[in-house]
């Protein structure tokens, strides 16, 4: 079993890594607080899929027609008449004791 790097290990590598890139030539960029990743305050739809431009969807008439035929018999559902059973109720006097029961279809 492999042993997982520590976190001070991963700060480590990555400082290595940033000395490195600043030794070849590499600059960190400083950004002011507050900055914000919006271009003209809306986001750039293409960076979020790797920069392609948006793909043309295909039309399929076909097997939309045969899901919307489907869908129709799902709603078409069979009532089911189920009979009412007789339940018991309490009848109560003024003082709120129970003075008989009774069965009640409802």
């Known amino acids: 079993m492999n042993k997982r790097p520590s976190k001070a290990e991963i700060r480590r590598q990555l400082e290595q890594q940033m000395q490195r890139y600043i030794a070849n030539?590499?600059?960190v960029e400083k950004i002011e607080r507050g900055a914000s990743g919006l271009v003209d305050g809306a986001y750039d739809r293409?960076?979020?899929v790797f920069?392609?431009?948006k793909q043309e969807r295909?039309?399929?008439p076909e097997a939309l027609a045969a899901i919307d035929?489907?869908?129709h018999f799902k709603t078409e559902k069979q009532t089911y008449?189920?009979?009412k059973r007789p339940r018991k109720k309490i009848i109560y006097d003024d003082f709120g004791e129970p003075v008989r029961e009774i069965w009640v279809e409802e």
Do not use: M
Request: proline share 11%.
């Open 25 to 27: 030539g590499g600059e």
């Open 46 to 48: 293409n960076s979020f």
């Open 51 to 53: 920069g392609q431009p």
């Open 58 to 60: 295909t039309p399929v």
């Open 69 to 71: 035929s489907r869908r």
């Open 81 to 83: 008449s189920f009979s």
